[in-house]
């Protein structure tokens, strides 16, 4: 079976999206894919079928990104350009973060095109593994003020995985430093490690955690947190996916 077939069987994915990406030249990069795609979707039957939990191998992240990118639907020029850079961007060794990253920026995409904020968001096991993937739905599917990319990927865990006590070993990937409001959900989860990509200065809290309240800071201090070790061009990616509307959706929030 064809790669693009294989593809647009797939559940969830949007058929027209990969078939733009074919009419551009792209069928040469889609069956690239097969081998990785057919072992996307086997790890997630095999999975299902034994009882396990379907998580996302490390190995296996540069192929559920493509699909991710080859799946959506393009609304303008910039959402465009970004797909090709993504699709062609290759993970450098040095960079020990780079495709978790590079996933991460493929996410932030993703929720630009659906009309919410640039952010995206993975958790990962100790194993490396990614658990769970999200971006922000502040504004769609409908308005939600509390779904920031931080606060999906939790609730979706946390939802998931009821039966873990311990977050010992996990770690939260996130395009944009964490703000308030999802800083105070990551300390209260106990997420062993939190790494973003692009600092925040105006909206972001993590370089102002010395400023929380001592109960705050005393429970943050279980914890570790930084940015991520990606290569200064995925970095530049982060901040540039997340800057595509991100003035408009402040003037849509201070409209309400």
Same mark, same amino acid.
């Given at each position: 079976m064809k790669a693009y077939t294989i593809i647009l $069987? +797939?559940?969830?994915? !949007?058929?027209s999206g990969i078939l733009k990406q074919l009419v551009r030249g792209r069928k040469r990069e889609a069956m690239k894919l097969t081998a990785g795609i057919l072992l996307v979707?086997?790890?997630?039957?095999?999975a299902k079928a034994t009882g396990g939990d379907s998580v996302l191998p490390r190995e296996l992240i540069r192929e559920a990104g493509l699909i991710r990118l080859f799946s959506m639907v393009e609304t303008s020029e910039s959402i465009n350009s970004w797909i090709e850079w993504l699709s062609e961007y290759q993970f450098e060794d040095q960079y020990v973060h780079d495709d978790y990253g590079w996933l991460s920026c493929i996410l932030a995409l993703e929720a630009v095109n659906c009309g919410n904020f640039g952010i995206g968001c993975i958790l990962t096991n100790g194993e490396g593994n990614v658990v769970i993937q999200g971006h922000n739905e502040v504004f769609n599917p409908h308005f939600r003020s509390d779904r920031h990319g931080e606060m999906v990927v939790m609730d979706a865990f946390e939802d998931c995985y009821p039966e873990i006590s311990s977050m010992d070993g996990f770690t939260l990937f996130t395009s944009l430093e964490s703000c308030p409001m999802c800083m105070a959900r990551l300390i209260t989860s106990g997420v062993d490690t939190i790494?973003?990509?692009t600092p925040d200065s105006t909206g972001g809290m993590v370089h102002l955690i010395h400023n929380l309240p001592p109960v705050w800071i005393q429970l943050a201090s279980r914890q570790t947190w930084g940015v991520a070790e990606c290569s200064p061009e +995925?970095?530049?990616?982060?901040?540039?996916?997340?800057? $595509? !509307?991100?003035? #408009?959706?402040? #003037? +849509?929030?201070? #409209?309400?």
């Open positions: $069987l +797939m559940p969830g994915l !949007n058929g979707i086997l790890s997630t039957l095999a790494f973003y990509l +995925m970095i530049d990616a982060s901040e540039r996916i997340f800057l $595509l !509307n991100v003035s #408009d959706l402040n #003037d +849509m929030l201070e #409209d309400r």
